[in-house]
């Protein structure tokens, strides 16, 4: 089903292109078709300082982003997959422009040549498995002391009549929940609110180690934290899932040197006090004498590297022998960051439904250009077709339902609600995701629970007393079920069950 939307929605788009006169939408729509065939496009956001960049240097596994205030920090960068190391500088007003670059402790750092405010973005090619998947796009804190700076965000991913968001996807970064993170979220979905938002926003509890004082319980508490925050219907409506991630914790444990683990090898096996001296703040881990025989340079490397709690984790890991080698440790540090968790959300949320939200760019980009001219007669036919695709393909109607869902304008049970929420594919598009089955699940368990699933719900739908919002849901519900089903089918007979 989804290959046929993207060919409907291309073939509007080529249509619209024919037939509208005007070289600027034309161009739009060129963009738009463009789109189609490029990885999805998921931009990471966040307040200044949240942590932006570390996430996405873990999230890529390579050192990539600078994390100081640098002039670059203060553009929109775009990573992309390339065949080799590449900087395109694109400018407010002209061409785009290779420039060169350097790598400082790993970090692209590019020589603009030019002041910042003539630089529209920066493009890095990036030869990366991970970035094949999606596009990660790096902007500038939101809320930051210069407005300037804070408007590049909201300008690259905010929606209105005259633009399409450039983001398919977002990553928000939290640290405390603000009324301006709720503002922020509610401009970038724009006014697809009105008409019932996409599930294309992940939150992302960030710097999670440092929530809980950075003891060795600190992910624990952090996750508490994000079940809180996921509870609170004002973000659950704009960011249905809030993941707690550790970005120092995931960027070093894809990225961790023998020399870094010998270091901490060598703290772990000093004598107990000396550790627990060592390890008692931060300040004190970098202090110019130690009983430890690891010299005050490489502690503060060790620091900027990992955090005091993934110090504190690392040691204790090694100590109790948990871990032996550099390499138990990568595994140990990146499965406790929460990255693994979050790379599990993404692909869920977002590269399951890369069809549908990049389908909704590329409508999106059409309304832009037909709203100027809905007079016109000749944008009729291409208006009404596009409203077809929205309202024909269940892609479409199912994220429409789960805005409403979480916005809390379907009657209904907890538990129904609960269990629409999840066949919609607001936990993941798979059939296990929708079922609540466990990722590994045999097509014939999977089976059984979506003809149990499809039965429920065709009971809720048929039901006299059943609301009449609820009715209309339940058979949108069912045609999940269905879907489920007729997916399962072709993946042939399977009749084991566990």
Same mark, same amino acid.
């Given at each position: 089903m989804t290959d046929e939307l993207l060919r409907r929605v291309r073939n509007l788009? !080529?249509?619209?292109?024919?037939?509208?006169?005007? %070289?600027?939408?034309? =161009?739009?729509?060129?963009?738009?078709?463009?789109?189609?065939?490029?990885?999805?496009?998921?931009?990471?956001?966040?307040?200044?300082? /949240?942590?932006?960049?570390?996430?996405?240097?873990?999230?890529?596994?390579?050192?990539?982003?600078?994390?100081?205030?640098?002039?670059?920090?203060?553009?929109?960068?775009?990573? $992309? @997959?390339?065949?080799?190391?590449?900087?395109?500088?694109?400018?407010?007003?002209?061409?785009?422009?290779? $420039?060169?670059?350097?790598?400082?402790?790993?970090?692209?750092?590019?020589?603009?040549? &030019?002041?910042?405010?003539?630089?529209r973005q920066l493009t890095v090619e990036v030869p990366s498995r991970r970035l094949r998947e999606h596009t990660l796009i790096d902007t500038p804190g939101i809320a930051s002391l210069s407005t300037e700076v804070s408007l590049r965000t909201q300008m690259f991913l905010a929606a209105d009549e005259e633009r399409v968001a450039e983001a398919d996807a977002v990553v928000y970064l939290l640290r405390h929940m603000h009324g301006s993170d709720l503002r922020f979220l509610e401009s970038f979905h724009g006014d697809e609110l009105a008409?019932?938002?996409?599930? !294309?926003?992940?939150?992302?509890?960030?710097?999670?180690?440092?929530?809980?004082?950075?003891?060795?319980?600190?992910?624990?508490?952090? /996750?508490?934290?994000a079940d809180r925050y996921q509870s609170d219907e004002r973000l659950r409506r704009l960011c249905p899932i809030v993941v707690p991630?550790?970005?120092?914790?995931?960027? /070093?444990?894809?990225? +961790?040197?023998?020399?870094?683990?010998?270091?901490?090898?060598?703290?772990?096996?000093?004598?107990?006090?000396?550790?627990?001296?060592? +390890?008692?703040?931060?300040?004190?881990?970098?202090?110019?004498?130690? /009983?430890? %025989?690891? @010299?005050?340079?490489?502690?503060?490397? +060790? +620091?900027?590297?990992?955090?005091?709690?993934?110090?504190?984790?690392?040691? =204790?890991?090694?100590?109790?022998?948990?871990?032996?080698?550099?390499? @138990?440790?990568? $595994?140990?540090?990146?499965?406790?960051?929460?990255?693994?968790?979050?790379?599990?959300?993404?692909?869920?949320?977002?590269?399951?439904?890369?069809? #549908?939200?990049k389908a909704r760019s590329a409508l999106a980009a059409l309304d832009t250009v037909v709203r100027s001219r809905r007079a016109d007669s000749g944008t009729a036919g291409l208006i009404a077709e596009a409203e077809e695709? &929205?309202?024909?393909?269940?892609?479409?109607?199912? #994220?429409?339902l789960l805005h409403l869902l979480r916005s809390g304008r379907l009657p209904g049970r907890p538990d129904q609600l609960a269990e629409m929420d999840r066949l919609l594919g607001g936990a993941g598009a798979a059939a296990a995701d929708r079922l609540g089955l466990a990722a590994d699940a045999v097509p014939g368990r999977l089976a059984v629970a979506a003809e149990a699933a499809l039965a429920r719900w065709q009971r809720v739908a048929e039901h006299p007393l059943s609301a009449r919002e609820l009715r209309t849901a339940a058979r949108a519900t069912v045609r999940s079920c269905e879907g489920i089903l007729a997916g399962l089918h072709r993946r042939g007979p399977d009749p084991a069950t566990r």
């Amino acid at each position: 089903m989804t290959d046929e939307l993207l060919r409907r929605v291309r073939n509007l788009l !080529n249509r619209a292109h024919h037939e509208l006169p005007d %070289p600027a939408a034309r =161009q739009v729509l060129a963009e738009a078709l463009g789109r189609l065939d490029e990885p999805l496009r998921v931009a990471i956001a966040g307040k200044l300082k /949240a942590g932006k960049s570390t996430l996405l240097n873990a999230m890529v596994g390579e050192e990539l982003a600078p994390t100081d205030a640098g002039e670059c920090t203060r553009i929109v960068t775009w990573y $992309r @997959d390339g065949p080799s190391y590449r900087v395109l500088l694109h400018l407010v007003d002209g061409p785009p422009e290779q $420039r060169p670059f350097d790598r400082v402790s790993g970090a692209v750092r590019v020589d603009l040549g &030019r002041p910042v405010e003539e630089v529209r973005q920066l493009t890095v090619e990036v030869p990366s498995r991970r970035l094949r998947e999606h596009t990660l796009i790096d902007t500038p804190g939101i809320a930051s002391l210069s407005t300037e700076v804070s408007l590049r965000t909201q300008m690259f991913l905010a929606a209105d009549e005259e633009r399409v968001a450039e983001a398919d996807a977002v990553v928000y970064l939290l640290r405390h929940m603000h009324g301006s993170d709720l503002r922020f979220l509610e401009s970038f979905h724009g006014d697809e609110l009105a008409r019932g938002s996409p599930v !294309n926003a992940v939150g992302v509890l960030s710097r999670a180690d440092e929530i809980g004082d950075c003891r060795l319980d600190a992910m624990e508490v952090a /996750a508490r934290v994000a079940d809180r925050y996921q509870s609170d219907e004002r973000l659950r409506r704009l960011c249905p899932i809030v993941v707690p991630v550790a970005g120092l914790l995931g960027a /070093a444990g894809a990225t +961790l040197r023998e020399d870094e683990f010998q270091a901490l090898a060598t703290i772990a096996g000093s004598p107990l006090d000396d550790v627990l001296e060592l +390890l008692l703040t931060a300040d004190r881990f970098v202090g110019p004498t130690s /009983a430890v %025989p690891v @010299d005050g340079p490489a502690r503060r490397r +060790l +620091l900027a590297r990992l955090g005091l709690f993934g110090v504190r984790l690392s040691v =204790q890991l090694i100590r109790e022998g948990t871990v032996r080698d550099a390499g @138990d440790l990568v $595994r140990e540090l990146s499965g406790r960051s929460g990255l693994d968790r979050l790379r599990e959300v993404l692909a869920a949320q977002f590269l399951g439904r890369a069809r #549908v939200l990049k389908a909704r760019s590329a409508l999106a980009a059409l309304d832009t250009v037909v709203r100027s001219r809905r007079a016109d007669s000749g944008t009729a036919g291409l208006i009404a077709e596009a409203e077809e695709i &929205r309202a024909g393909f269940h892609e479409f109607v199912e #994220v429409r339902l789960l805005h409403l869902l979480r916005s809390g304008r379907l009657p209904g049970r907890p538990d129904q609600l609960a269990e629409m929420d999840r066949l919609l594919g607001g936990a993941g598009a798979a059939a296990a995701d929708r079922l609540g089955l466990a990722a590994d699940a045999v097509p014939g368990r999977l089976a059984v629970a979506a003809e149990a699933a499809l039965a429920r719900w065709q009971r809720v739908a048929e039901h006299p007393l059943s609301a009449r919002e609820l009715r209309t849901a339940a058979r949108a519900t069912v045609r999940s079920c269905e879907g489920i089903l007729a997916g399962l089918h072709r993946r042939g007979p399977d009749p084991a069950t566990r």
